[in-house]
């Protein structure tokens, strides 16, 4: 390898207020896999549009083998033989499989013989292990084949460098396995894999390189038969991460149930979003509640925390009912709750921080703004919040600091007569670097050795099997499976996150787990 397929060379993007990349160098070479790895808002996607044209660099430039090139846009990428494969389907639903594919391409004939595109898009797809059938409508596609078409796509288009954005988020187990197969193939035909992650044991699966990026700026850069998990961590937050899988202490089988829902349902547009869904949860113990984006574990939240009505079913918190009682009801008996949404649902984005602290405070004549903006200042320093200060509006913070505001608020009471019982928090790291999502997980399982029954909602599996005493996984708005985490293999759990009943058995019965 002397001549590197695409490299960006002191490359520095600017954005009003923000240094996204600064004087980043990357190489990557024909037949390899380099990884662009980092937290969210190490500057990882800035670069990977900077190397397609849909940015250009403010200073530095990109080289195309070995010489400079101006990428004005996405267009002159693909005509240099570079595509991207982006985290956010850009795909037309309504139209089938071999449409989207030569959609926008400059290089169709202006009479399109339907048969040889499908054709040939059923070769790439062979030949790249990414079975398709190209008469198919993109709306009946999973998740998992949407993807496969975005891959063809820059595949028709003679891509040879392709760079893929956080390709797992979205994916089963299975279905990341099936990308790896696709992406090996793909290095054995002498394409360029730029893969952008912040997973570091897929990184380590299936990368040569990896080039670690934090605050907008290269940490380093190390081949992975020379690197482990924990270096890499380091790269990432600079300094050790220590990070361990932790379960209760004690066993919470007979402990007292503070969680309990009973064929809860809720129909939308027709359709069951939650579906006769039981669960229960003790005192003592974390459940994580897995699944593929859009199979019902946002309104399964909603419904938990009062923000939405059922149509069937009941919901109880600490022995009282709150079922359709709204959120009042539910904190009142003693839920905290934090939600995906987080500059809507969780924080008022016109209010200072001071004041979404107080939101969720007990209703007094007289209000301790004072108090209230200690602990806010307390919350900058122990959560790392990036802020002006405390009477900052949340709609100045980015994703992971809003998340960190909303865990101080809602876990500032743990542990005190009035403090909460039942925790149930979506996507409790998303967004947050390796280490405020440590310390995220030791406030949750803090939680825990409180008492306090936690459930936390989540698409990253590795951080549901690392967290959660039991798993449930929800697929089409059912409980597919649950069971104890160590009881249960990455291979059930991804069969049931796919909808795929397994006849092994994983250990206990739902009645059993769900007691």
Known sequence: MTTPAIAAVAATKRFPGVLANDAVDFTVFAGEVHTILGENGAGKSTLAAMLCGLYQPDEGHVERNGEPTLLR???????????????????????????????????????????????????????????????????????????????????????????????????????????????????????AIVFISHKLGEVM???????????????????TADTDQRHLAELMVGRPVESETRRATAKSGQADVLLECRGLTLSIDGQNAVDDVDITL??????????????????????????????????????????????LAARNAGLAFVPEDRLGTGLVPGLSLTDNMLLTRPRKFLVDRKGARREVGQAITDYEIKTPGTEAHARLLSGGNSQKVLLARELASLGTEDGPQVIIVSSPTRGLDIGAAEFVRGLLHEARERGAAVLIISEDLDEVRSLADRVAVLYRGQIAL????????????????AGVSADDDVGASPAEVAG
């Open 73 to 191: 846009s996405p267009r002159d990428g693909l005509a240099q033989g570079i595509g991207m494969v982006h985290q956010h389907f850009r795909l037309v639903d309504r139209f089938t499989v071999a449409e989207n594919v030569i959609l926008g391409d400059p290089d169709q004939p202006r009479l399109i013989d339907q048969s040889v595109v499908e054709t040939r898009v059923a070769e790439i797809g062979e030949r790249f292990g990414l079975p398709i059938d190209p008469r198919a409508r993109i709306a009946d596609l999973t998740v998992g084949q949407r993807q496969r078409v975005e891959i063809v796509k820059m595949l028709y288009r003679d891509a040879e460098v392709l760079l893929l954005d956080e390709p797992t988020a979205v994916l089963t187990p299975k279905e990341v396995e099936a990308l790896f197969i696709t992406v090996n193939a793909m290095t054995a035909a002498g394409k």
């Open 205 to 223: 699966s299936i990368s040569d390189r990896v080039t670690v990026m934090r605050a907008g700026r290269v940490t380093g850069e190390v081949a």
């Open 282 to 327: 003790r005192r003592g113990e974390i459940l994580g509640i897995a699944g593929v984006a859009g199979n019902g574990q946002r309104p399964l939240a909603r419904l938990l925390a009062g923000i939405d009505g059922c149509d069937a079913g009941s919901v109880a918190v600490n022995g009282s009912s709150v079922t359709n009682h709204g959120p």
């Open 482 to 497: 649950q069971g104890r985490t160590d009881d249960l293999t990455i291979e059930q759990i991804g069969l049931a996150m």
